[in-house]
């Protein structure tokens, strides 16, 4: 392991965890610009769309420039995301800087989970990226502590925008540090087929039964991320009737046991099969929907969601690993197809607007969050069957 080459590639990780401010950034635009859930979910959800549309180019771009070269591209997008909002809150401007997110985000995790396995030279195990995500969710949780921060204090002029300024201060180190390291990359297996033939073998990874599976797994667990982000600080205004200032920090507390989750699940599963912990989490889930559904206090609440925090911290790892394993021969379109599950993020967030609307009540988005976990408990069921653990 080269540790002077894998510091660039985490500080990466704390960049792509730049597209969970979507989630209380939403809060904010629908209090400022007074929307309602349906249309404020629209800005999570076209965040998430666009991993539909570009990761299986991401995956053949990698195939062509190579995946570190792609990872800059994915950051450059990025920074231009960013710097947006520092300048307008435009309501259109807006879409478009979510938008740029959204590409960056796609491009960044379609290459730069095959990163790691170029700079561990093929130890790219669950552990290695439970441990990036550990790093992803750092700059998860640090967006509403930023946030809330500027919102009360109005840092600099900026209000809650103000972690649009820092995370792009440290979206420029990730991209210069990164451009200054070396990686050798071994090269692509279909690096000379037709463009045609490489976009159409990845969508035939679908008729692989464990590699569909893991893509609707994928899907699951980033709408029960997203969702959970966009709704808790609703849940408390709903149910306590306090400020989003103060229900803001719901979703650091998130974030926070989602990288506890997944920085000790880098050391569990050292001493535990993956596929077992994958139980434990999804079991931790299944008790945090009933806290969702029933708590009526701040302690009950906030505990619901820590804990759903702490369970959601390793599905995507774990996942992205088996399925990685079960396809060595193709692990950029892999991955590119299985980061194109990660439109969940788009999918939950709609459903979940339309679910709220309907009822007149966040019971409604949470009853689609257990859409999300039970598929997880069946796909844990599944893989049991078939013995794949």
């Not at 209380?24 to 999570?44: C, E, F, G, R």
């Not at 700059?139 to 919102?151: M, N, R, T, V, Y």
């Not at 889930?285 to 701040?298: F, H, P, R």
């Not at 759903?308 to 379109?333: H, Q, W, Y």
Request: charged share 10%; hydrophobic share 55%; with cysteine.
């Amino acid at each position: 392991m080269n540790y002077k080459k894998l510091a660039p590639v985490m500080l990466c990780f704390f960049a792509m965890g730049f597209v969970d401010l979507v989630g209380i950034a939403s809060n904010y635009v629908k209090a400022d610009l007074n929307l309602s859930d349906s249309m404020a979910n629209t800005l999570p959800s076209l965040v998430f769309l666009w991993f539909l549309i570009f990761s299986i180019p991401t995956s053949l771009l990698m195939n062509k420039i190579g995946r570190k070269n792609t990872v800059l591209v994915s950051l450059v997008m990025t920074l231009a995301s960013l710097l947006i909002p520092v300048f307008t809150l435009d309501f259109t401007m807006l879409l478009l800087s979510f938008s740029l997110l959204g590409i960056g985000n796609a491009i960044m995790q379609t290459s730069l989970n095959p990163l790691v396995d170029s700079v561990m030279k093929g130890g790219a195990s669950a552990s290695t990226l439970t441990f990036g995500q550990f790093i992803k969710s750092i700059a998860s949780f640090l967006a509403p502590i930023i946030a809330s921060w500027g919102a009360t204090t109005n840092a600099f002029g900026f209000g809650w925008r103000v972690l649009y300024p820092i995370y792009l201060g440290v979206g420029i180190l990730a991209t210069l540090l990164l451009f200054g390291t070396r990686i050798n990359e071994e090269p692509a297996t279909q690096e000379q087929k037709p463009l045609g033939t490489q976009f159409t073998g990845c969508f035939a990874l679908l008729k692989e039964p464990f590699v569909l599976l893991c893509f609707l797994a994928i899907v699951c667990h980033v709408g029960i991320d997203v969702g959970t982000s966009v709704t808790a600080p609703k849940i408390l205004m709903e149910r306590l009737g306090i400020t989003l200032n103060d229900a803001a920090y719901i979703a650091t507390v998130y974030f926070v046991a989602k990288a506890a989750g997944s920085f000790s699940g880098s050391f569990i599963m050292k001493f535990l099969k993956d596929w077992t912990f994958l139980f434990v989490s999804v079991a931790m889930m299944l008790i945090a929907l009933v806290g969702l559904y029933v708590g009526s206090t701040q302690w009950e609440i906030y505990g619901a969601v820590a804990l759903m925090g702490f369970g959601n911290g390793n599905p995507f790892s774990i996942v992205f690993a088996r399925a990685l394993a079960a396809v060595p021969d193709k692990k950029n379109e892999v991955s590119g197809l299985l980061i194109m599950g990660i439109c969940g993020g788009a999918v939950f967030p709609m459903l979940m607007g339309v679910a709220s609307d309907a009822v007149g009540s966040q019971a409604g988005a949470i009853a689609v969050v257990a859409v999300g976990v039970l598929y997880l408990l069946s796909f844990w069921m599944t893989g049991v069957r078939k013995k794949v653990c």
